[in-house]
């Protein structure tokens, strides 16, 4: 009896200890941490150290903290280091002990965290010491010497441990709530107060039950001598996850949606936003420690050999299904001048991983506050088709890609510009860049430098980064607002360049634009200055990313330009002017650069040979132009004037001019001035429109191929100019250039042959002039009045200044060529020198040769000139032998006296009657020519 009666005793005594231990966790705990917290951590950080509330309920899971606060080190202006509201969590009680620990919620509330750093230290370092000088630890003290017994002790440990946990599913923690409210994290500097910043958010929820995570209201500040609030802010991050695969290997993301994020760079009279972060981060790298040597760190003790370990199991892989990104928006805030403030916006952005697709739309891109066109660019949007598989393999494919309406707009006003405002914008950047304050990194301590690893060189048949198999961009636009003074078009955009289409298949090698487009000057009468119908390119697919790319074909087809010009301006002129508006003024400090010589020693001014073109990056075999034409018009009655003038003066002379016979003639209103030699009409065709555009030069095919060094024209034509016949001046079988392609590049380029094959030349004259040097002549007065309209639009100072800013002189740069020979074959000028029909005159030409070889290389209008004058030579003494007409009466209007007159009215019968028989010589003279018989009559040729 008395045992058990002790028994009972004991066991009701430890009963009690129980129970007391019980009361104690359950109501002493809290209070029982929270003086250890207060006792120890002021000694351990050497600062005050509180806790307001400390409550643990192990009964019920719950532990509630509040009123927690780590001060500052004395030294420091900011009052707490770290401080905490509260921090609320309840746990399951029931699942400590299972597999899976399920916490039901976590709270914190405002925790708020100050790094605060002075030119000596920061409070981290300072709190960092105290520990190290509470646990006694010394920094430069040398480790302890290794103890074989702990250590094997140790490793028999660890052994033990994971040879029981070998096999086991590793403990799980499931948060069903997390919510921190109010976080903030200030960098304070207590030398200047205005690099303080701030970053933070509003509320952070994470479920892992429900597999959400949601952030709102993030911030980082920008320092105080900023006066835009924020650098960045972003109004609510949201992330779906798959709540399974958060403790799986595969980590899957359904949807990432981050809404409105927000940017902001300034600059003000005094600083900007570069400039102050880059004195944050000037501070915050001068106090990165560095590190010591590795060979040091044991203080002469050899290391111990490291055993070989388990390699780390792999990260979890991460599988994004889609993300969107709704109103980003990237502001250039300008505090000195408002009108420059601008800003970048993209309504949204969605990337869709799974299906593989990437949609992007509303791009923009504002422009300056004294400009009246909203945007400088905008995009409507981008859609992409990626194949899903290629996302993880070494070629990216993409099947589809379409970029819809980018449109560019430039803008004149009275005040500003366009190019002149951004660069406003960008030059308040960089004239500061100079006074940027650059970070240095602290240098590490030397250490033994690794063995160079040997690269292996890359497989020639290494997968290309990209494949692209369509790229579709459509309706591309250029537009331009002039709302200048002596602007007269509508206050509208009008479109000043476009290509109605790019396509790109890169797997196939092909790139096609479609439609490109330059419009007319507004004010002039053809709708288009420039269009080409496409320009086809051929690459070859297999050189795409590599060290050369292969351009088979370059194919330009129906190009066609249309010149106009007016008394004052041409549209060409007009739209260099508006264009070289926005070309900036050059300052003093660049004209004074480029005036000053050049310091250039003998080995820089020796310029190295050019790298072949057979060797270049990009190669080109062939580039082809079909159907040509350049357009011109000249002004109304500009050609004209003359002729009428000297015309009424020779009507005196002229008893045939505007004579009808309709009295004795029973062909009445049959006007007799058609035959009259004088008269200059052609009985060929009805006069047409003089001041109606003139075709200036076409041709139907061109083909360069410049590693042979060959150019091929086919179907060359030149117009007659106005006031002449509308008939072609010369039409021109073939054009051949054969040159050497080692020379393309080089100062002197070597022709080797000029062959101009079955050239036919209609030569026409007038009283006062002949169509060959009129046309001349026209080409001349274009380009005076383009270069006169230019300077009263002060757009050759700019050019001017330009050129000086380059510090290039023109000429010294200009190529120079030898031609070698020239040979023109098979010749025949109609000549065309009354009302009766054009006489074929033969002109056989003789060769040209080592045209520029004296001199070492002529410019290219020398030796244009000097075939173009020899050329004329020659048809005017064959014309002049052939119709009995003086070379110099031909030339001009000094020997065209009376007697010439006469000879004409007199000899007109007697010119045409020898034609049939100049034509039988000519068909003998020229080499080559087959003797053809008469047609049928009612046909003739073009030229006659």
Known sequence: MKVKKAIKIFLGALGAVLLAIVLVLLFWLGPTLKLVVQKIGPTALGTDVRLEK???????????????????????????????????????????????????????????????????????????????????????????????????????????????NKGEEPRIVVVESLVINDVQFHLANTDDEELDLSMGFEQLSVSMTNGTVQLGNFFVSNPGRLETPNLLSLEQLEILLEPGSVYSSNITIHAVNISKPHAFVEHNPETDTLNEFLKIASGLVAKI????????????????????????????????????????????????????????????????????????????????????????????G???????????????????????????????????????????????????????????LPQPAPETEPEPVKEEPASADAPAPIEL???????????????????????????????????????????????????????FLATNLVHLANIDIQIDPASLFTDQTVIDLILIDTPTVNLEQTEESGNVAMLQTQLMQFVPETDERATAAAEAPPAQTAATEQKPDPIPLAEQPVVLHQLIITNLAVNLKFPPGTNTADEAR????????????????????????????????????DTEEAEADPDAPMTL?????????????????????????????????????????????????????LIEDILLT?????????????????????????????????????????????????????????????????????CIVYAKLSALPAIPVPVPIPELKDIGKEKGGASATEASTQIFDSFYEEMINAVGNTTGFAGDALKGIGSLGMNTLDSVAGGATNVWGGARKTKQETEEKVPGKRKKTRGPPGRRSSLR
Do not use: C, W
């Open 289 to 380: 420690p560095t590190n010591a040597p590795k060979t040091s760190a044991t203080n002469g003790i050899a290391a111990a050999k490291a055993e070989p370990t388990e390699p780390p199991p792999p990260p979890p892989e991460v599988i994004l299904e889609s993300i969107t990104i709704d109103d980003v928006q990237v502001h250039v805030v300008n505090i000195g001048d408002p009108q420059l403030s601008v800003h970048l916006g993209l309504e949204q952005l969605a990337v869709a991983l799974e299906e593989g697709t990437i949609s992007l739309d509303n791009l923009f891109f504002t422009n300056p506050k004294r400009l009246a066109t909203p945007n400088v660019f905008s995009l409507e």
């Open 758 to 826: 079955k050239p036919r030349v209609r030569y026409e004259r007038h009283i006062l002039k002949d169509n060959v040097k009129t046309l001349k002549e026209e080409i001349e007065q274009a380009t005076m009045r383009r270069g006169e309209y230019m300077k009263d639009q002060g757009a050759d100072t700019v050019v001017e200044a330009i050129e000086e800013a380059s510090g290039e002189e023109t000429e010294d740069k200009e190529q120079k060529v030898i031609i070698e020979r020239v040979v023109i074959d098979g």
């Open 469 to 523: 198999h369509n790229l579709l961009i459509d309706d591309i636009q250029v537009k331009l607002l002039d709302t200048t003074p002596t602007n007269n078009i509508p206050d509208e955009p009008h479109m000043l360049a476009g290509i109605g289409a790019i396509s790109v298949k890169l797997v196939e090698g092909n790139v096609q634009f479609k439609g490109i487009t330059v419009p007319n000057v507004p004010g």
């Open 382 to 440: 981008i859609k992409v088709k990626l194949a899903p598989e290629s996302l993880k393999a070494d070629t990216l494919v993409i099947e589809d890609l379409q970029v819809v309406k980018p449109y560019a707009f430039l803008e004149l006003n009275k005040e500003a510009n366009t190019v002149g405002e951004f660069m406003k914008i960008a030059n308040g950047f960089i004239e500061r860049l100079p006074t940027y304050p650059v970070p240095e």
């Open 646 to 681: 000297f015309g009424m003066a020779l009507g005196k002379l002229n008893p045939m001019d505007k004579v009808s016979l309709g009295k004795f003639n029973p062909m009445d209103k049959v006007s007799l001035g058609k035959f009259n030699p004088l008269s200059g009409k």
């Open 697 to 749: 030069v076409a041709f139907n095919h061109l083909s360069l191929e410049p590693l042979k060094g060959v150019l091929y024209i086919d179907g060359l034509r030149v117009s007659n100019p106005p006031d002449f016949s509308r008939r072609n001046l010369l039409q021109l079988e073939t054009f051949r250039i054969d040159m050497d392609p080692d020379t393309i590049q080089s100062d002197i380029l």
């Open 54 to 164: 400390l409550s643990i309920n192990p009964r019920k899971g719950t532990i509630h903290l509040a009123g927690f606060t780590i001060a500052n080190p004395e030294d420091f202006g900011q009052s707490n280091a770290v401080s905490l509201a509260s921090l609320d969590i309840a746990i399951d009680m029931g699942s400590i002990f299972t597999e899976t620990v399920v916490v039901h919620r976590v709270q914190i509330n405002s925790p708020h965290f100050i790094y605060e750093q002075s030119s000596a230290s920061d409070n981290i370092q300072e709190f960092i010491l105290s520990i190290q000088e509470f646990v006694g630890y010394d920094p430069a003290a040398p480790p302890p010497p290794p103890d074989p017994k702990k250590e094997a002790k140790a490793k028999r440990k660890a052994e033990k441990k994971a040879q029981k």
